[in-house]
């Protein structure tokens, strides 16, 4: 069963990679495909969707029957709950896209979906049995809503960035396109991660490092601690010495207050994120000549900036009360169960409060000051990154009480 279920998400991966390039067709190619534009656009974009409505089937298909193999819901691990992530956003999508039926919607918003699910890939896929932390229905409640609320979130940043592409001047040099730039480079430095933790992966040219303290296992018995870097090692745990050496020999030793077996393979794995997403940048601007935001512009050309600030808010009103029941409401009442206390300002629960702060004032500032079209779209555009920082930064670099996730 699981390896149906495998299957199945991999046909879903397979699917939205082939209904993201139909919708950049869709949009792009208008100008160049010899008919009429609104036509070649229904045409592609109609099938494109079909594609990504296929995909999610798929999709759902994976969820069922990974459920049914394994027991429990699958949100338990770090992979489990990205692909779940990546199903809600598409799930969001396709009920804005028969509202809206806004083609170059898609073209954004389905590559955010394989983006997350890319991310999901890099995390080991085996089904293991729940620890006895996640041995409640309140894994279900919590996880899945937390989730679905980021998902629809994410649409509203889709939309918000769509907004930024579609307004931002970009003759000349200002602040704003220098910051969508830095948007850009930093969905950027997380494909780069993707990209290069996959390929290194399947190279298998991992450095095995023997840290100085020891650890007792569940027989009792003393053995050597050992981390992994599945990167090349830049930088090496503090005293460490190397069991197998990689590609590279590292350059530096982590800070000695970084706590944790693996804090300083997270270090590493960060810096590579970085310098791969700078990369990754400085190649595609050479590539087309200009700044990215102004190379996107020409996707979203003709469409009113007032529909995209809709659908952005729209979004973001729908997935702020989700996230406030899934990630604070029910994950308290679990922690109360769970750990016997509401709240203890665990890094990834501290984070999820940054997220709904940052959306409330968003809310806030949107109804009762009047911040509508570029000042809301920056908001959207932010809070992702926010919500990014807790999926990602927070499982690769920070030690918690959420770090069993399968990081």
Not at 27 to 35: C, L, Y
Not at 238 to 266: C, S
Not at 270 to 291: A, D, E, F, H, P
Request: some cysteine; glycine content about 8%.
């Amino acid at each position: 069963m699981i390896t149906i279920s495998n299957w199945l998400l991999n046909a879903a991966f397979i699917l939205y990679v082939c209904s993201s390039i139909l919708f950049v067709v869709a949009v792009t190619g208008k100008q160049w495909s010899g008919r009429d534009p609104r036509e070649h656009e229904r045409r592609f974009g109609g099938l494109a969707y079909i594609l990504a409505v296929i995909g999610f089937l798929s999709h759902a298909g994976y969820i069922v029957t990974r459920w049914i193999a394994s027991g429990h819901s699958p949100t338990s691990n770090m992979f489990e709950f990205m692909a779940f992530l990546d199903f809600c956003i598409i799930f969001a999508y396709l009920i804005l896209y028969r509202i809206y039926r806004l083609t170059v919607l898609g073209a954004f918003v389905i590559p955010l979906g394989i983006l997350m699910l890319g991310y999901a890939y890099v995390f080991p896929k085996e089904a293991t049995p729940l620890i006895p932390a996640l041995q409640s229905y309140w894994l279900q409640i919590h996880v899945t809503t937390a989730a679905l609320g980021e998902g629809i979130l994410s649409v509203g940043f889709a939309a918000g960035l769509m907004y930024l592409v579609r307004t931002v001047p970009q003759q000349g040099k200002s602040r704003a396109n220098l910051w969508l730039e830095i948007v850009l480079s930093v969905v950027l430095m997380l494909v780069g991660f993707i990209v290069l933790d996959s390929t290194f992966s399947r190279l298998d040219q991992n450095t095995v490092f023997q840290l100085p303290t020891q650890q007792m296992t569940n027989t009792g018995q003393v053995v050597n601690q050992q981390v992994t870097y599945t990167l090349p090692a830049i930088v090496a745990p503090a005293g460490a010495t190397i069991v197998k050496q990689g590609p590279m020999n590292p350059l530096m030793e982590a800070p000695t207050w970084m706590e944790g077996k693996d804090a300083a393979r997270k270090l590493n794995t960060m810096i590579w994120s970085i310098l791969s997403g700078l990369v990754l940048y400085g190649g595609l601007r050479l590539l087309v000549r200009k700044r990215l935001g102004a190379a996107l512009q020409r996707t979203v050309e003709g469409i009113e900036p007032e529909l995209l600030d809709e659908i952005s808010y729209r979004a973001i009103a729908i997935g702020y009360p989700v996230f406030t029941l899934g990630a604070l409401i029910f994950a308290m009442i679990w922690a109360e169960e769970a750990w016997g206390r509401f709240w203890g300002w665990d890094p990834k629960e501290t984070w999820a409060f940054i997220v709904w702060l940052f959306y409330s004032a968003y809310l806030h500032l949107r109804l009762s000051r009047g911040w509508v079209g570029e000042k809301s779209a920056w908001m959207s555009v932010i809070g992702f990154v926010i919500i990014l920082i807790t999926l990602v930064v927070v499982n690769l670099v920070i030690a918690g009480l959420h770090s069993y996730a399968g990081v």
